[in-house]
């Protein structure tokens, strides 16, 4: 079989390939939105020629950049010398040991010992467990409740899927999962009452994201965590802080957690770890925890996945962080997310509908409203237009519209300035005719 039109490609897609997080209806009427076939630098190729930037680094992730040969050259040595062999039974491999090391050397405070995965969903499940073995061990085996804030997004594991706060992801399945409580995103004090309602002695963890991404790139207020911090160790509840998206360098700090000067007792991470290049995640557990286990664990740990400690894996995420190390990319992330928070505002003076925008390094937010004195949301949401419009214009976006209508920003953390002044020619492109097309025909109709 000869497979090389893009029409042959679009109907084995639409026949054969389920895709994750997808309009299944949508892939069946208009196959593939793009298949691409080439990365370089924040750029994307699809199959027929056409180059885009990739606004949202992939899918929060491809922070080093597309197409790095380095890259290429160290996963070629390492699967010709040892791709793969067991970590089960105490058996090693010098990537993983290395690559451990150096996570717990960046992470802050007293986490210093890894878990590793193949992704942010297996990622938050292990902390899941982690936690309520943890309290097991402890004589404490009524400590099995977790607790998440709504808008948030932990993965599609199952444990993952259960501490979401978006209802959408749970609703997939009408089976939840025991054990799961879901707090206001912005109020500690709701935590606190929660607690208590719960019994704080039944509560294991409590789980968030230090600015939460698929929820629409919410910024907490600043004390939040610190509040959450105390009250997590007044009531002697452990706190994972889900850093896969914000973990090594996309906020502008290593870890984001770093920013409200609070020490998390797990970190999860994942995805900026090899910047997409392997499948590699991982939790880093504190010190404290660590000697619990090791003191009071008897028997096996049994929780462990295949391809934990993957040694190609862990060799590449080890070249992606000397390269966000060697190229200043942490410190890049911040300053360009200046730069892009700048052209937001001007936009925001320019588009009377722009009612919000925020950046916290290179993650960027547009919030869009008929109104900005009363908040009153479009009757169809925009920013789903809008971000089609801007991929027609070479510019990869997305969009959260979940009580909001917003356009989320995550760049590749190599950004330079040139490309910031494109992004931004791009989007003022496109508001301008979203303007001209949607918002003053609206107006009109009414
Ligand atoms: N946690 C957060 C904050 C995420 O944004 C994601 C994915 O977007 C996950 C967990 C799940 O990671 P994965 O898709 O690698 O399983």
């Known amino acids: ?164 706060g978006l209802q959408a992801f749970r609703d997939f399945t009408n089976s939840p999962a025991p054990d799961f409580h879901y707090v206001y995103k912005d109020s500690p004090q709701h935590l606190r009452e929660t607690i208590e309602a719960l019994g704080p002695e039944t509560v294991a963890a409590f789980i968030s994201e230090p600015v939460q991404g698929a929820g629409g790139v919410n910024v907490p207020q600043k004390d939040y965590f610190k509040e959450i911090r105390q009250i997590c160790d007044e009531y002697g509840i452990l706190f994972i802080a889900d850093e896969v998206i914000t973990g090594f360098g996309r906020t502008g700090k290593m870890f984001g957690m770093e920013h409200f000067g609070v020490v998390p007792d797990m970190m999860s991470f994942a995805k900026g770890v090899s910047s997409g290049y392997v499948q590699l995640g991982g939790v880093i557990i504190s010190e404290k925890m660590h000697k619990d286990f090791c003191e009071l664990s008897k028997g096996t740990l049994m929780h462990g996945y295949t391809y934990s400690g993957h040694a190609l894996a862990c060799r590449i995420g080890l070249k992606n962080i000397e390269i966000v190390e060697q190229e200043g990319l942490v410190e890049n992330a911040a300053k360009m997310g200046d730069a892009l928070l700048e052209g937001f505002k001007m936009l925001q003076e320019k588009y009377d509908f722009i009612s919000g925008v925020r950046t916290f390094g290179l993650l960027g937010a547009i919030e869009l409203t008929k109104s900005r004195e009363t908040g009153e949301l479009f009757d169809t949401p925009l920013s789903p237009i809008f971000v089609q419009e801007t991929m027609k214009r070479g510019l990869i976006l997305r969009t959260v519209t979940y009580d909001q209508d917003t356009v989320v920003f995550s760049p590749p953390l190599i950004l330079s300035k040139a490309e910031v002044d494109e992004m931004l020619r791009i989007l003022d492109e496109t508001f301008e005719y979203v303007q001209k097309n949607y918002v003053q025909k609206e107006a009109k109709v009414k």
């Open 1 to 164: 079989m000869t497979i090389q039109l893009k029409e042959d490609l679009k109907k084995l897609d639409q026949k054969h390939f389920l895709h994750p997080t997808t309009s299944v209806a949508q892939q069946q009427l208009d196959g593939p939105a793009a298949i691409f076939t080439e990365g370089k630098g924040i750029y994307l190729k699809d199959i027929e020629g056409k180059t885009y930037i990739d606004g949202m680094s992939s899918l929060w992730n491809v922070n080093i950049g597309h197409g790095r040969e380095e890259m290429a050259e160290v996963a070629k040595e390492q699967m010709a010398k040892l791709a793969f062999s067991s970590c089960f039974a105490t058996f090693s491999n010098e990537p993983a040991i290395l690559l451990a090391t150096k996570i717990a050397e960046l992470a802050p405070g007293d986490l210093n010992t890894v878990f590793f995965t193949s992704g942010g969903s297996e990622s938050n499940d292990t902390a899941i467990k982690l936690a309520r073995h943890y309290w097991l061990l402890k004589g404490q085996p009524q400590r099995q409740k977790i607790i998440s804030r709504t808008h948030s997004y932990h993965g599609v594991a199952m444990g993952a899927t259960n501490a979401t």
